[in-house]
C-alpha cells in the first residue's frame, strides 16, 4: 500500500513542509512539499529517514544508574519513569519552591505545552534557546518597533539589492528564502556581503568586504552618516514614521567613511558608493537584521543599527522590504489559540532566574528568557537556589558558552531530566531520559506561521514509532497528571489539541488535506505606508530614541567603542553554521556524519606561517575557559585577527560513536558574558591560542 | 553518452550537498558508497572577488565505458533502450575492475554487499515519468535532467534573461567593484 502525506520537517527549526510517500509502513521517500518548495529539500531534510533507522537515537526510558555522566543505565517502563520524574520533582519544590525548577527547550510547536506545565507547577522559570541565537535581535526590533524580530519577514522575492552580514545566507539553507533570493539574482537583484571570512555566500555575492571582526557597527554609523549628509533616505517615511531623526544626526555626524575605514578596513570611497547605490533601489532593499545576531555584548546596538538603516530606506513594510507578520486576526479570523492561555492557569509571582524582567535583565523578553544565565544562576544561587533542569530538544551544556562552567553547574542540581530523540551532553548527564518519537512518528501541534499570507501547517504522524517513543504532548501531559496538575491538559488525542486551537478560527481538519496547509489570506496582506502600518511602540511610530530603552536607563546610541585586538599569536574565535549539519542536534546523523564529520579551524594564511601551522594539520585551541583539538584550514579569506569553527562538533557523548570525540567545541573556549541590554551572548567575545598539536 | 544529460548549472549551486543525501537515501546506501559528488573547490579570488566551485560528478554515461568493457561478468551494461550504464546486482561478483577501469571513480563500492554500484540515473523513477533524485530535489534548482538539446536551450534562455535584467555590458555574476584591486591585504590592529 502507498500513500502520500504532507507534513512538517524537524531536522531543523526552519521546519519545511514536506511530502511524505509510505509504502507498506515503511517511508520510501521525502521531498520539499511542491505547493511550496517544487519538491526541494536539504541534505538534513533527505538524511530523516537515516535518523529514524537509527539505532543510537534515545529507544526507551532510562534511569540513571552510575555517576553522572558514566553511562550507566537501566532501562524502564514510561510509568516507572514519569512517576520517580515526578517525585524527585515535587520532593524538590517543597522543599525549595516551584522557581526551584527551571525548564529549557528550543522554540517548537508544543512550547505552549511546556509553558503550560510550568505555570501549572507554579514555576516562572521556562526559557527558550532564542536569546542564546538572538535575543539581542529580539529587543532591539522592540526597542524600534514594537514587534520582535519574529514578528517580521522578508520579501526576498521583490527585492533589488540585500546587505548581509555576516548572515551566511546560502549556508544556513531556509529552502524558500534561499529560492526566492536566487530568482530575484536571476531578476537583476545584488548582494552585498560582509564577514570576516569568504563563506559560500560571499563566493555568490556581488560585493564582498572582509571586514576587521567586531566592526560592523562602526560600518553602519558611517553608511548612517553618508545617507544623513547627502539627502539619500526616503524623505516621505521617514518623515511620518520615524521618532528621533535629529538625535540620529547628530550622533552620528562625526562617523565619516573616513573615520569607519580606520576600524573596518573597508574603503572609505566604498562606503559611500554602497549608501548611493542603495539609495537609488530603495525601498526595494533590505539590510538584513541577521538569524543569529549574538556575537558582541554590545550587540543590540549594532542590530539596532541595521534597523534603522532599513528604516531611513523606507524599507519597513514596503515591496521587496521587511515586512510585518500578519496575524491570523489580521486576516478576519479570530485568535490562534494556546493552552497557555487557558483561564485559570496560576500566573507564578516569583521572579524569573536570569532576572529578566527584573534589574539585572529588564528588556529582554520574557517569552523566551536568557538561558545562558542558568549556570551563572545555579552556581551563584542568585537569585535562589536552582535545583532541577528539564530540557527538551536542547542540549544547555553543549549549546551554552564555557561547557566545563556548565558541568560544574549542573554537577549542583539535584535532578536533571532530559527529553530529546538524541543522545546529547546534557541528556548523558541527566538521571532521567525519556525519548520522544522522531517527527516523522508523531504528529504535533499545529504550526501558525505568521506572515503576508498568515498560513496554518500540519505534521502529521507517517509511520507507527520504531522503539518505545512517545510524542512529546503526551509525554508532558503524563508527568503533569503524574505531578497532579493533570487538569490544564485537557486533551486525549492529537486531534482534541488541533480542535482546541483551530477553535476560534473553524476551519475543518480535512482541509489539511489537500496540500498541508491552509492559507488565511488569499493576497499577502500589505499596509498602506502612508497611514495603515501599526508600529507598536507607544508613538506608533519607528523609535530612533526608544522609550523602551530610556524608561530603564539605557541610551538609544550608545558611543562607538573599538574592539580590542588579540595580542600577537592570538584570535578572536568566531563561530558559524553549515548547510549539512543543525546546531549540536546532527553531528551523529549517519549520513550528514559521512558528509561532514568533523569541523575545521580557518585561520589566515600569514598568521598560520608565523604560527608554523600548515593546510590540514592538527592544531590545538586554547582559551581561558578550554581548550580542543582540531585541523587547521588555511585560507588567504579570512581576516588575520579571527579564526572561524563551526559550531556543533566536539561531542563527549561515547554512545554517539560516529561523532565522538570529532573535531573541537567552540562551547568548550567560549567565556558566558551576555550583552546586558539586548539578552545575546557574546559568542565572538572569546580570544583564542593556537598552536601546532 | 546516454541520451540523456544532466545538467549542472554550477552558478546557482550553493555547494549544499543535499543532492548526495538525497542519491543516498534514495537508493538506500550504508556509509561508504557516494553515487554522485559535488567537489568544493576555493574560496579563491576571482576577478577581485572571492568564488568557490562546485563540480557536480555523478556517472557520465559514458558512449564507450570503460566499466562495461572491464567488467568479466556482464553485471556492468549499457541499456540499449537509453544508454543509461548501470550494475546487474545479481551479475556482480564484487571484482572491481569496473572501480580500476574508470577515469572518474564513478563505480563505488558497497561494504554492505560487497559489490560495486553506481548512478544509474534513478533508472526505477526515470521509467515512472520521474527525475533522478538528486535533480526533483535539488534545494536551487541548479541540477537538470533532460535531452541534451532541451538542457542547452534552458542555458541560453537563461543567459538571455540575465543580461535583460541588469543590462548588455554584465552577465550575472559581474562583481560590483573589486575586493582585492586597490586594497592592502587585511592588516591586525595593533593590540593594546
Redesign the interface.
Known amino acids: 500500500m502507498r500513500k502520500e502525506i504532507y507534513s512538517i520537517c524537524f531536522m531543523c527549526t526552519v521546519r519545511c513542509p514536506i511530502k511524505v510517500t509510505v509504502e507498506d509502513g515503511s517511508i520510501r521517500?521525502?521531498?520539499?512539499n511542491p505547493h511550496v518548495l517544487?519538491?526541494?529539500?536539504?541534505?538534513k531534510?533527505?538524511?530523516g529517514?537515516?535518523l529514524l533507522n537509527d539505532t543510537e537515537r534515545l529507544r526507551y526510558p532510562m534511569i540513571r544508574v552510575g555517576a553522572r555522566g558514566e553511562g550507566k543505565w537501566r532501562r524502564v517502563s514510561w510509568d516507572e519513569a514519569l512517576s520517580y520524574s515526578a517525585e524527585k520533582l515535587k520532593e524538590i519544590i517543597s522543599k525549595y519552591g516551584p522557581e526551584s525548577v527551571v525548564f529549557g527547550e528550543r522554540q517548537n510547536l508544543n512550547t505552549h505545552l511546556s509553558k503550560t506545565f510550568m505555570r501549572a507547577i507554579g514555576s516562572p522559570n521556562h526559557y527558550t534557546h532564542d536569546a542564546l541565537c538572538k535575543g539581542s535581535v529580539n529587543t532591539a526590533f522592540r526597542t524600534l518597533t514594537g514587534y520582535t524580530d519574529a514578528q517580521v519577514t522578508i520579501d526576498y522575492a521583490n527585492c533589488k539589492h540585500i546587505v548581509l552580514y555576516g548572515r551566511n545566507i546560502?549556508?544556513s539553507?531556509e529552502?524558500r528564502p534561499?529560492?526566492a533570493l536566487?530568482d530575484a539574482?536571476?531578476?537583476?537583484a545584488?548582494i552585498?556581503y560582509i564577514d570576516t571570512r569568504?563563506?559560500?555566500t560571499?563566493?555568490?555575492?556581488?560585493?564582498?568586504?572582509?571586514i576587521?571582526p567586531g566592526t560592523d557597527l562602526a560600518l553602519n554609523y558611517a553608511l548612517m552618516n553618508v545617507i544623513l549628509r547627502e539627502n539619500l533616505y526616503d524623505e516621505a517615511y521617514v518623515n511620518r514614521w520615524v521618532l528621533g531623526l535629529n538625535e540620529l544626526r547628530s550622533f552620528v555626524e562625526s562617523m565619516t567613511p573616513e573615520w569607519a575605514e580606520k576600524e573596518t578596513?573597508i574603503?572609505a570611497g566604498?562606503i559611500v558608493?554602497l549608501a548611493r547605490?542603495l539609495s537609488k533601489d530603495k525601498p526595494q532593499v533590505v539590510f538584513h537584521y541577521g538569524y543569529r545576531g549574538a556575537n558582541h555584548t554590545n550587540e543590540i546596538y549594532f542590530r539596532r543599527s541595521i534597523i534603522m538603516l532599513n528604516a531611513l530606506m523606507g524599507s519597513i513594510e514596503s515591496k521587496g522590504g521587511i515586512i510585518i507578520r500578519k496575524t491570523a486576526k489580521d486576516a478576519g479570523y479570530g485568535a490562534f489559540a494556546k493552552y497557555v492561555d487557558q483561564e485559570g492557569l496560576p500566573k507564578p509571582k516569583a521572579p524569573r532566574f536570569d532576572g529578566v524582567g527584573g534589574d539585572l535583565l529588564p528588556i529582554c523578553d520574557p517569552a523566551h528568557g536568557v538561558g545562558q544565565q542558568l549556570p551563572l544562576a545555579i552556581l551563584s544561587e542568585k537569585p535562589y537556589p536552582i535545583k532541577a533542569a528539564i530540557s527538551y530538544r536542547f542540549d544547555p551544556m553543549l549549546s551554552i558558552p564555557d561547557y566545563n562552567q556548565n558541568k560544574r553547574a549542573f554537577d549542583k542540581l539535584d535532578f536533571i531530566l532530559t527529553i530529546d530523540v538524541n543522545f546529547n551532553e546534557t541528556a548523558w548527564y541527566s538521571d532521567v531520559v525519556l525519548p520522544e518519537s522522531i517527527y516523522l512518528e508523531r504528529s504535533d501541534s499545529l504550526q501558525m506561521v505568521d506572515g503576508p499570507r498568515p498560513t496554518i501547517y500540519m505534521r502529521r504522524q507517517c509511520v507507527p514509532p520504531r522503539y518505545d517513543t512517545k510524542p512529546y504532548w503526551e509525554i508532558i501531559k503524563l508527568l503533569a497528571e503524574k505531578m497532579g496538575v493533570g487538569q490544564f491538559f485537557p486533551y486525549n488525542s492529537i486531534e482534541d489539541i488541533w480542535a482546541y486551537q483551530l477553535k476560534d478560527i473553524g476551519i475543518p481538519l480535512e482541509k489539511f488535506e489537500e496540500k498541508g496547509f491552509v492559507s488565511l489570506a488569499d493576497k499577502p496582506i500589505i499596509w498602506d505606508r502612508k497611514d495603515g502600518i501599526k508600529f507598536k511602540t507607544p508613538s506608533g511610530k519607528i523609535e530612533f530614541v526608544s522609550s523602551l530603552l530610556e524608561q530603564h536607563g539605557f541610551p538609544s546610541f550608545a558611543p562607538y567603542e573599538?574592539p580590542?585586538?588579540?595580542?600577537?599569536g592570538m584570535f578572536r574565535l568566531t563561530v558559524g553554521r553549515n548547510?549539512?549539519h543543525t546546531h549540536v542536534s546532527t553531528q551523529n546523523n549517519?549520513?550528514?556524519n559521512?558528509?561532514v564529520p568533523e569541523n575545521v579551524l580557518w585561520i589566515n594564511a600569514?598568521e598560520a606561517a608565523k604560527l608554523g601551522i600548515s593546510d590540514g594539520q592538527y592544531v590545538e585551541v586554547s582559551s581561558d575557559q578550554g581548550w580542543g583539538r582540531i585541523k587547521a584550514f588555511v585560507?588567504?579569506?579570512i581576516?588575520?585577527?579571527a579564526v572561524f569553527m563551526l559550531h556543533g562538533f566536539g561531542h563527549q557523548v561515547p554512545a554517539m560513536t560516529r561523532c565522538y570525540n570529532k573535531g573541537a567545541s567552540d562551547t568548550v573556549l567560549q567565556k558566558n558574558v551576555t550583552d546586558m541590554v539586548g539578552g545575546s551572548p557574546g559568542l565572538h567575545d572569546t580570544f583564542v591560542r593556537v598552536r601546532p598539536a | 553518452m546516454s541520451e540523456y544529460y544532466l545538467f549542472h548549472d554550477s552558478s546557482?549551486c550553493?555547494?549544499?550537498?543535499?543532492c548526495?543525501?538525497?542519491c543516498?537515501?534514495?537508493k538506500r546506501l550504508p556509509?561508504g558508497p557516494?553515487l554522485c559528488r559535488v567537489m568544493t573547490v576555493?574560496?579563491?579570488?576571482v576577478g577581485g572577488?572571492?568564488?568557490?566551485d562546485f563540480i557536480f560528478m555523478p556517472c557520465f554515461h559514458c558512449e564507450r565505458p570503460w566499466c562495461v568493457a572491464a567488467c568479466p561478468t556482464g553485471a556492468m551494461q549499457k541499456r540499449a533502450e537509453d544508454g543509461i550504464v548501470f550494475v546487474d546486482q545479481e551479475l556482480c561478483v564484487g571484482c572491481k575492475a569496473c572501480m580500476r577501469a574508470c577515469p572518474w571513480g564513478a563505480p563505488q563500492w558497497n561494504p554492505e554487499t560487497g559489490k560495486a554500484i553506481k548512478c544509474d540515473y534513478c533508472m526505477d523513477r526515470i521509467d515512472q515519468g520521474l527525475e533522478p533524485a538528486c535533480v526533483?530535489?535539488?534545494?536551487?534548482?541548479c541540477l537538470h535532467f533532460g535531452r541534451p538539446e532541451s538542457v542547452t536551450d534552458m542555458r541560453r534562455e537563461?543567459h538571455a534573461?540575465?543580461l535583460a535584467?541588469?543590462g548588455w555590458e554584465v552577465t550575472?555574476?559581474?562583481?560590483?567593484?573589486s575586493?582585492t584591486k586597490?586594497?592592502k591585504?587585511?592588516?591586525?590592529?595593533?593590540?593594546?
Open positions: 521517500w521525502i521531498e520539499g517544487k519538491g526541494a529539500l536539504c541534505a531534510g533527505s538524511a529517514v537515516a546560502f549556508e539553507l529552502l534561499i529560492q536566487m539574482v536571476e531578476k537583476g545584488r552585498t569568504a563563506t559560500i560571499a563566493s555568490k555575492a556581488h560585493r564582498f568586504w572582509l576587521r578596513g574603503p566604498e558608493e547605490e573599538s580590542p585586538a588579540p595580542p600577537e548547510a549539512i549517519p549520513y550528514l559521512e558528509l600569514a585560507t588567504d579569506l581576516h588575520p585577527e | 546557482k550553493i555547494g549544499c550537498l543535499s548526495e543525501v538525497h543516498k537515501e534514495h556509509i557516494r576555493g574560496p579563491k579570488i572577488l572571492p568564488r568557490m526533483a530535489k535539488c534545494v536551487t534548482k537563461r534573461k540575465a535584467a541588469v550575472l555574476t559581474q562583481p560590483i567593484g575586493w586597490a586594497r591585504p587585511p592588516a591586525r590592529k595593533q593590540s593594546e
